[in-house]
């Protein structure tokens, strides 16, 4: 006769064969029995023929998805006991991640899938269910203490949180603020459950864990690891190794903590002690009436937890900085958050009931897209949108996340002003970029400098030569003779110098070039000192009004300067000739652009401490730029001149935020004129 097979059968449900190859694959070293569906119908079926110890279920399926299946199982009484482990190859989502604890799982499970934190999560939820069916068999009810949980965490704030998500639950939560104190703490009590921060001054989560697992009588306590750090799986899958039996990231979600947390305290409380069921009528009625009774409590109490969480709940909402909208199913406006508020520049009472469209009308298409998302189930996203919202620019991370329950439908919407963020990295691009550049610059300015010297030189000796051989004039050639070979001569030899003279000015130039693109390549070897601003601006203006260049080609000592310096101004660490150098380089290049307008030029020159940094406001009325233009300003050798190297703002650039640690923005449109920033550190500026 066969002996019955009594390992756990697992069910796994993916509309893809090689994600069901690959499950298989991961849990190949666990005794169990495998069985897999292909659809969510097949899956159905399945526990018809089937008495399964867990579902891995994927999300995302064709006809009929993870929730949905889900869902049917919860209402079937056969079925609703099973465990549920969600799986989806999706970017990791909260609102999608709660929507599964909500639809009945116990946990959650994002693709690429690691071995270790999968085989983990399994042998859990096997150990539970295996212990939930012989209890069954043996028709006893356990009866045990009440179940400790064990929070540990250096901020008391932390300590609070949990302790108000985690009152709801049959269980004493005692506290420790150290690692040190949580090892003492498990030399006094007998703990279900410890949830451990990672990051603790002095002893970490996971130094605290490995003591733990290290002596006998502890080694078998479950660890949840509770992180403020962004998502990261390696973190996650060393968590694991250490022994944890789960990763919760903050900020903590009550849907996902308390199930998490549900599993273990089950789990304790049936490993704990069993007694038989009391077998005299007279004592059972007196226990029900007596769990009436505490039943009766405790629904009181449930009712005033439930209006203190939501209260607490609310304040939470309200404190995050992104603006959250829930909207029904036709996109009209449920109910927002203060953020919300700010930005609609409404009462959430007053905002009730219009279309979302309409309440945000910068994002006037917000109210179909929310509309059919919420019909798909589909959530949208939408990253770096520009608008214009009271006339000045802004750029937004938009979200829609459908949520849908057995009463109705609807989504929550989050909006995320990015403006700053999105100009920081415009910014390290742009630097980036620069430092790119200016390493090709250097090695084309070395190869170049080599033979454009002996260019120079060789010209240089042809023309001193030829001074020599040249009379300084023409009565002094009739001198020499009175020939007409003698005066041809002359003639010829006269061309022929100012040919080379015209060569020598085009290897200067082009020297002057390479100086620039050297420039270009390389740090500042100067050493920056204390220089106060105002007087190097003015110094600035003095040169600009008697430079070379200014003066062929433009007047500068009829534009009208206006300057609006803050008095008092702490010094600025820098390079005062590099400064000079890009000041001049900003002067020049307005003084350019007013000389092709008609009318009177001026410059508005500005300076302001600004978030512990001096900045500087150079605007002319000149003919201003568009967006294309702006966003290319500073790139190497690009010019808006016909003529020029195109390397005075490329160095610029460099000077400012390589050299000096600063920044440098340019504003302008057509007609407008155009705006340059530059912000430097002071000395002992003020915070």
């Not at 929070?151 to 108000?164: R, S, Y």
């Not at 206006?562 to 660490?573: C, H, L, N, Y």
């Amino acid at each position: 006769m066969e002996t019955p097979d009594t390992r756990p059968t697992i069910l796994m449900v993916d509309d893809t064969p090689e994600n069901l190859f690959a499950l298989e694959q991961l849990t190949s070293k666990l005794d169990i029995n495998i069985v897999t569906a292909a659809s969510g119908n097949e899956a159905l079926n399945q526990t018809l023929h089937h008495d399964f110890s867990l579902i891995l279920l994927d999300v995302l399926m064709p006809e009929m998805n993870g929730y949905e299946v889900a869902e049917l199982l919860q209402k079937n009484e056969r079925t609703a006991s099973i465990p549920i482990i969600f799986i989806s190859a999706m970017d990791k989502s909260d609102i999608m991640e709660i929507k599964g604890y909500s639809m009945g799982a116990v946990d959650f499970i994002f693709k690429p899938i690691n071995q270790t934190v999968l085989t983990s999560k399994i042998k859990v939820h096997l150990e539970l269910y295996q212990m939930r069916r012989t209890v069954e068999a043996m028709m006893l009810k356990q009866k045990t203490e009440k179940p400790k949980i064990l929070t540990v965490d250096d901020h008391p704030e932390n300590l609070f949180v949990l302790d108000k998500l985690l009152k709801k639950l049959d269980a004493d939560i005692i506290q420790a603020n150290s690692g040190n104190e949580a090892l003492a703490k498990v030399l006094d009590h007998d703990f279900a459950l410890i949830i451990l921060d990672v990051q603790m001054p002095e002893m970490d989560g996971y130094e605290v864990a490995e003591i733990l697992k290290y002596d006998d009588r502890t080694e078998k306590i479950p660890i949840i690891f509770v992180t403020a750090i962004d998502r990261d799986d390696a973190k996650e899958i060393k968590g694991y190794h250490k022994g944890a039996v789960d990763f919760i990231f903050k900020p903590l979600n009550e849907f996902i903590l308390l199930s998490k947390v549900k599993v273990f305290l089950e789990l304790y409380k049936i490993k704990h002690g069993l007694e038989r069921l009391v077998t005299e009528r007279t004592q059972e009625l007196k226990k029900n009436n007596e769990q009436l009774k505490a039943e009766i409590t405790k629904n009181v109490l449930a009712k005033e937890d439930l209006a203190e969480s939501r209260t607490y709940l609310m304040d939470v909402i309200n404190a995050i900085s992104s603006s959250l909208i829930s909207v029904d199913a036709e996109g009209n406006v449920l109910d927002m958050n203060k953020a919300a508020e700010k930005l609609a520049r409404l009462l959430a009472d007053d905002a009730r009931g219009k279309p979302i469209g309409v309440l945000l009308p910068w994002f006037d298409w917000l109210t179909g897209e929310a509309v059919q998302a919420i019909a798909t189930g589909t959530p949208l996203e939408k990253t770096r949108v520009a608008v214009s919202i009271g006339g000045k620019h802004h750029v937004n991370d938009l979200g829609v996340y459908p949520l849908s329950s057995t009463k109705n439908q609807g989504a929550v919407v989050r909006i995320d002003d990015v403006t700053d963020r999105a100009r920081m990295d415009e910014i390290m691009i742009q630097s980036e970029k620069m430092l790119s550049l200016g390493g090709l610059a250097g090695g084309m300015a070395h190869e170049i400098n080599n033979p454009l010297a002996g260019i120079i030189q060789n010209i240089q000796v042809m023309s001193n030569r030829m001074k020599g051989d040249l009379p300084k004039n023409l009565t002094v050639a009739k001198e020499c003779g009175t020939t007409i070979e003698i005066l041809r001569s002359y003639m010829e030899k006269r061309e022929i110098f100012q040919m080379v003279d015209t060569i020598m000015e085009a290897g200067r130039r082009a020297a002057q070039i390479v100086e620039n693109m050297l420039s270009f390549s390389r740090k500042s070897e100067g050493r920056p000192k204390p220089e106060i601003i105002e007087k190097l601006m003015d110094k600035t203006i003095e040169l600009a009004e008697n430079d070379y260049d200014l003066k062929k080609n433009f007047d500068f000592r009829q534009v009208e300067i206006i300057r609006d310096f803050q008095p008092g101004m702490p010094p600025v660490v820098c390079q005062a000739s590099k400064i000079q150098q890009v000041l001049l380089n900003l002067l020049k290049n307005g003084a350019h652009a007013m000389a092709d307008k008609e009318g009177p030029s001026r410059f508005n020159i500005g300076i302001a401490m600004e978030d512990g940094m001096a900045c500087m406001r150079v605007t002319d009325n000149g003919t201003g730029m568009d967006k294309a233009l702006c966003k290319r300003i500073f790139e190497p050798f690009f010019s808006t001149k016909k003529s020029g190297t195109g390397l005075g703002l490329s160095i610029a650039y460099f000077i400012i935020t390589e050299d000096h640690d600063g920044t440098i923005e340019v504003e302008s449109a057509p007609g407008k004129g155009t705006t340059f920033i530059i912000r430097l550190p002071m000395v002992d500026a003020p915070a």
